[in-house]
């Protein structure tokens, strides 16, 4: 289990060894020691391996991910996960702005609260918040789905496209073509479904979540469009 | 009245400020209720390279034979911070045009054309191609605000990264394509419901300013490990604190659009109004670069209405390293030709006119997604008009280059030039033709 310290290691020398392992390798297990906020970190990953950070992390750790699986044991700067596309990025303390920004798939789990654009322009990702998110959070959310367990900020879900998003307390205020939409079952299906690869199976009541989704008003441009922006 | 005065009328006369253009588009504004959506860069005239000359050789400089006299137009691009530059054949490059905007043949003539000719071309909002990639020897990537398609592995085969912040014509907007265009497998790539108006961020998603982009690039080259040259791409509109700031945050290579430069549909008020001539960009450009100590080092490419190896001169005489293409481009593929003249009246306009891009109903098969309208361009007669194109841009810029007595394109310089107008004079900032007069630097 290789284990790197980053105020030994400089952080290319890093980042050029995870994106160098071969497919075979039995280095599956990486532990990171003293991140001390640096930017980039594990990030362009390509290998189903797992990397632990020991502490807190600055922007875009473990973009634009495929395959590993990355535990943050700390707080996480903006962009964390961004453009993700597969695996799972797991924040154990909280996520600043843009959080799984842009991200086609994998899953996104943040155990305090995320930032304001929590989600933003996301194209697949399921995104997992226990705490809230902040403002403009799904703002162009295209698929994908961001399930959250306290409250959501204002401009909710702002010009989204087919990103569902399930919030189980309240919402400030629902951004531009968002609306309110029933849970059917297909929906809460979804939903369990998102919080059991969570780890929350069975410890959260579906029943208290509402789903948010794109009223497709906006999705011609028309005159009488124009004053919904 | 007596003949004679009935004689004496006066003409019909158009105002020059409700002229019949004007008042067509105030009757289509009030039977639709939406602005006017369009192709192609800024119609209007502006001061452009048209308004420069170069002296030439004279008694004080004497030129190089024109065809025995090596002028070479080789380039390098990325040498800053990158482990692999990129050298072009010729500095005239491909701009990035989306797949979307533009048919997966003309995406691969594109290619094509490039590779003959020795440059790179670029990808564009929508992703890359897999026949994009497999007919472009040098390809680059851009990097935009709706990341759509953005996949790492494409960022990985990759040979530059351009990243968007905008272009010039429309500085400060985001992407349109409209539902025509969005077949399946244009939705398929983006990631949206098929016929929907798409509108892209106009702003990156995860970074705002200066400092962030700098953070963001060191991002792309960490997933990258360090190979590849990045680029920066903004429209022209304060070209000497933009290139500063893109140069502060770690570019490797500075894009800079001005407003003639095409786009594949954006509002007509936006492409007429915003953003300023390329003319009047690339001396800002170059300033901002000189004050660094970085020109030469931080490459500077200009595009935005380039048709021309004078044109291409001009930039660089100017101090740019290289430029972008295109319209040009596109017009020597096939867009706009009296070819299909019958069709294009049948649309309502006129070969050389056609601008409704968006609707995706291109009779030359460029930008369109339709299969029937796309089989219309062959990808490799279509490529080989290309490189010819190119070949004769790069031929004329050497011939220019000769004649002033440079060995290499970039030893143009902006003594070898003259302007016409005071306006272009000003922007150029070389002297009125005749004159010693730079407007606004040498007294007046
Ligand atoms: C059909 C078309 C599509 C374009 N798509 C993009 C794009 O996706 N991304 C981008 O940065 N610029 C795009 N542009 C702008 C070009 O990259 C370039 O800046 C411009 O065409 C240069 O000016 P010129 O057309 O006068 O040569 C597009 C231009 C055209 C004509």
Known sequence: ?229 | MDDHARKARTLPRFSATFDPATMAEIRRAAATGIYDIRGAGAKRKLPHFDDLLFLGASISRYPLEGYRERCSTEVVLGGRFAKKPITLKTPITIAGMSFGSLSANAKEALGRGATLAGTSTTTGDGGMTQEERGHSQTLVYQYLPSRYGMNPDDLRKADAIEIVIGQGAKPGGGGMLLGQKITERVAGMRCLPPGIDQRSASRHPDWTGPDDLEIKMEELREITDWEKPIYVKVGASRPYYDTALAAKSGADVVVIDGMQGGTAATQDVFIENVGIPTLAAIRPAVQALQDLGLHRKVQLIISGGIRSGADVAKALALGADAVAIGTGALIALGDNDPMWEDEYQALGTTAGAYDDWHEGRDPAGITTQDPELSARLDPVLAGRRLANYLAVMTLEAQTIARACGKSHLHNLEPEDLVALTIEAAAMAGVPLAGTTWIPGRTGF
Not at chain 1, 4 to 32: M, S
Not at chain 1, 154 to 182: H, I, N, Q
């Open chain 1, 1 to 229: 289990m290789p284990n790197v310290d980053l105020r030994q290691t400089a952080l290319r020398e890093l980042n050029q060894a995870l994106h160098h392992l071969r497919p075979d390798t039995n280095e599956t297990h990486w532990l990171i020691a003293n991140p001390d906020g640096r930017h980039a970190i594990a990030c362009g990953l390509d290998a189903a391996i797992s990397v632990e950070i020991e502490g807190n992390v600055g922007y875009y750790c473990a973009g634009m991910n495929k395959l590993a699986n990355v535990v943050i044991n700390g707080n996480a700067g903006v962009g964390v996960a961004e453009n993700m596309m597969s695996g799972l990025v797991h924040v154990r303390g909280d996520a600043s702005q843009a959080a799984g920004a842009t991200a086609q798939g994998g899953m996104l789990v943040v155990e305090g609260n995320a930032g304001a654009r929590c989600g933003i322009s996301m194209k697949g990702i399921d995104i997992v918040v226990k705490g809230s998110i902040g403002h403009m959070s799904a703002f162009m959310a295209q698929a994908g789905t961001l399930t959250v367990l306290g409250d959501a900020g204002e401009a909710l879900g702002d010009s989204l496209y087919e990103a569902k998003l399930f919030v189980r307390g309240s919402v400030k205020s629902l951004g531009a073509d968002c609306v309110e939409k029933p849970m059917r079952d297909e929906h809460r299906e979804l939903l369990h479904a998102k919080l059991t690869a969570a780890g929350l199976n069975g410890e959260i009541d579906i029943g208290e979540f509402k789903r948010y989704g794109s009223a497709r008003t906006l999705y011609h441009f028309h005159v009488d469009n124009a004053g919904a922006y």
